[in-house]
T-cell receptor, first 118, second 114 residues
């Protein structure tokens, strides 16, 4: 079974600064997908960024980027120019690619609570 | 973009009664939907995979007779919590996959059993 570990229960950053959230995972599979989701107080899960394991290039979405190290099984999220609206719980998630057609659910880490200091 | 709608947003029920939660994919057909449970200040735990036209697949430790899942159409999956007890109080979230990497979540349902 796959496991996802987020070792930072809480992180704090000054507005406009950069913060990196850590995520490691354990799997014996060679093909899989990785995600970062944001959960604000409304509890609606919002996709931040996604990465296919077969792609070597790190995914980027505006102020959000990842550092994907497949050999190290590490998938960190960097948020640049932090904004007050970025305050939320951030979950790292893993999905197997073996089922095909998206038949596997997500395995989530325990989350990191991100605080933005004005 | 694609939207998954979940209802109700919150529900309070008496111990011993049953509660049904609906999950609809509004913009696409979903042959597979997923149900998660989230305790306060904790992560999401996959409960079961809902398959259109066939039985749901439950994760280890999830009571299939307590959490009944029906995926009657390509756009609707329901989760029924039967004979609810206070320990079933939690936040339940559904999701549906548009592609392997585009996964959308419902708004969640806060269930309180009194």
């Amino acid at each position: 079974a796959q496991t996802v570990t987020q070792s930072q229960p809480e992180m704090s950053v000054q507005e406009a600064e950069t913060v990196t959230l850590s995520c490691t995972y354990d799997t014996s599979e060679s093909d899989y997908y990785l995600f970062w989701y944001k959960q604000p107080p409304s509890r609606q899960m919002i996709l931040v960024i996604r990465q296919e394991a077969y792609k070597q290039q790190n995914a980027t979405e505006n102020r959000f980027s990842v550092n994907f190290q497949k050999a190290a099984k590490s998938f960190s999220l960097k948020i640049s120019d932090s904004q007050l609206g970025d305050a939320a719980m951030y979950f790292c998630a893993y999905r197997s690619a073996f089922s095909g057609g998206g038949a596997d659910g997500l395995t989530f880490g325990k989350g990191t609570h991100l605080i933005i200091q004005p | 973009g694609a939207v998954v709608s979940q209802h109700p947003s919150w529900v309070i029920c008496k111990s011993g009664t049953s509660v049904k939660i609906e999950c609809r994919s509004l913009d696409f057909q979903a042959t597979t939907m997923f149900w998660y449970r989230q305790f306060p200040k904790q992560s999401l735990m996959l409960m079961a995979t809902s398959n259109e036209g066939s039985k749901a697949t439950y994760e280890q430790g999830v009571e299939k007779d307590k959490f009944l899942i029906n995926h009657a159409s390509l756009t609707l999956s329901t989760l029924t919590v039967t004979s609810a007890h206070p320990e079933d109080s939690s936040f339940y979230i559904c999701s549906a996959s548009w592609t392997e990497t585009l996964i959308f979540f419902g708004q969640g349902t806060r269930l309180t059993v009194v």
